[in-house]
């Protein structure tokens, strides 16, 4: 949707809500039908809640509306009362790309699903990044399946808009000191409220041909979730828009092999395995796995997509024969959600909810009270975020 559009502003009376699709620290997604029978879901925000909702929900409602393309969410209608925030999305039948996996044999995607999937996040990802927004949590939870079967891309509250960077070729001295970092505040959930104090790995000083930045961007928050993290955001090294080709190569691995590369007992062996353990492959080399290892090198600056993005990757191997500009055109993506799927969650609960009504029967906001509606579980990985 092009930034210039006005959006209509929701009519609550139009609107039944059917069951809760999510709940999170952002607030309670639910799926909702239009009086036209057309079905959406209505993010809800608690104005007043904690982890910084509001602020995090105008945000990526600001991010929504600049977007337009076909693997990426727009941004239907707004709604603000003195206590919520509600906006509606494009309602997606097929689920998470989570829980597709886990319905395929084995629970991994075959070489050609990984390859249209991919193929599909990576165009998304290219059209943010040209935008100059950084994803920053890529995972399979926010991979959305829409009703043709094509991707969809969600959440966008820990996004960030960077300038991109000049690329010059120089040689320089590279130092990296063995000094600890400063512990950081983890505020996306309470498990994560004390950071971890760790060291960067030593870098003897060498010199080397190397790209040098300049007029770039980094950020040094850390934001991400846990097993999809990168190196440079473990290390507080600052970070820009290699982060999201770091999470293709671990979204990647996990597909390919129902577990993501680097997960630990717990979050600080996660984090030292992020920073000096190797993905482990199966078998021969294969040009799948050569892509994964080549997204994920610890040092972003070696990483495939550094230098020339997502075009860089576009040409990997892997991605021989694909048609980029006709990705939209494929007729039968490896799953295609049943019609009838709206449809059976509307007949569960026929008579609907009053939108009103259910939050003025509310004492405390729906991100923080137990629902009447059935939710699925929740993802066992933690967003969290420093700004």
């Not at 039944?16 to 709940?23: E, F, I, M, N, T």
């Not at 609960?349 to 003025?360: H, L, M, N, P, Q």
Request: proline share 7%; with cysteine; net charge neutral.
């Amino acid at each position: 949707m092009d930034s210039s559009t006005m959006v209509e502003e929701l009519d609550l009376n139009n609107l039944k809500a059917l069951k809760v699709l999510g709940k999170g620290a952002m607030g309670t997604v639910f799926l909702v039908q239009h009086h036209h029978h057309h079905h959406m879901a209505l993010k809800v925000v608690d104005k007043s809640s904690l982890h910084d909702a509001d602020r995090r929900a105008r945000w990526e409602i600001n991010v929504l509306s600049r977007l337009s393309h076909p693997f990426l969410p727009s941004l239907i209608s707004t709604f603000e009362s003195d206590s919520l925030l509600c906006y509606a999305l494009p309602y997606c039948p097929g689920g998470d790309l989570n829980h597709l996996r886990h319905r395929q044999v084995d629970h991994v995607f075959s070489p050609a699903a990984i390859r249209f999937y991919l193929a599909e996040i990576l165009s998304a990802l290219h059209h943010l990044h040209s935008l100059g927004i950084a994803y920053r949590d890529l995972k399979p939870e926010n991979v959305l399946i829409q009703q043709n079967g094509h991707v969809t891309l969600t959440d966008f509250d820990l996004s960030r808009v960077l300038s991109h960077k000049t690329i010059t070729a120089q040689t320089e001295i590279i130092t990296v000191a063995d000094t600890p970092r400063k512990s950081r505040r983890w505020n996306r959930n309470p498990l994560f409220s004390n950071g971890p104090t760790a060291k960067s790995a030593r870098v003897n000083p060498e010199s080397r041909r190397t790209p040098s930045l300049s007029d770039g961007e980094r950020s040094n928050s850390l934001v991400g979730t846990e097993e999809y993290v990168a190196p440079e955001v473990v290390r507080g090294d600052g970070h820009e828009f290699a982060v999201d080709w770091w999470a293709l190569g671990v979204l990647c691995y996990e597909m390919m092999y129902g577990t993501t590369p680097f997960k630990g007992r717990n979050r600080k062996e996660t984090f030292r395995n992020v920073l000096v353990k190797s993905p482990e492959f199966v078998g021969k080399k294969t040009a799948l796995t050569d892509l994964i290892s080549r997204l994920l090198e610890k040092d972003p600056e070696e990483r495939l997509g550094y230098v020339h993005g997502a075009s860089e990757i576009k040409e990997h191997e892997f991605f021989r024969g694909v048609k980029w500009d006709m990705l939209t055109e494929v007729a039968r993506p490896p799953f295609i959600p049943s019609r009838d799927d709206a449809a059976t969650a509307a007949d569960r609960c026929s008579a609907g909810v009053d939108i009103r009504e259910y939050f003025k029967s509310l004492n405390s906001p729906p991100s923080l009270t137990p629902s009447p509606l059935p939710s699925p579980p929740s993802s066992p990985s933690v967003s969290f975020a420093e700004f």
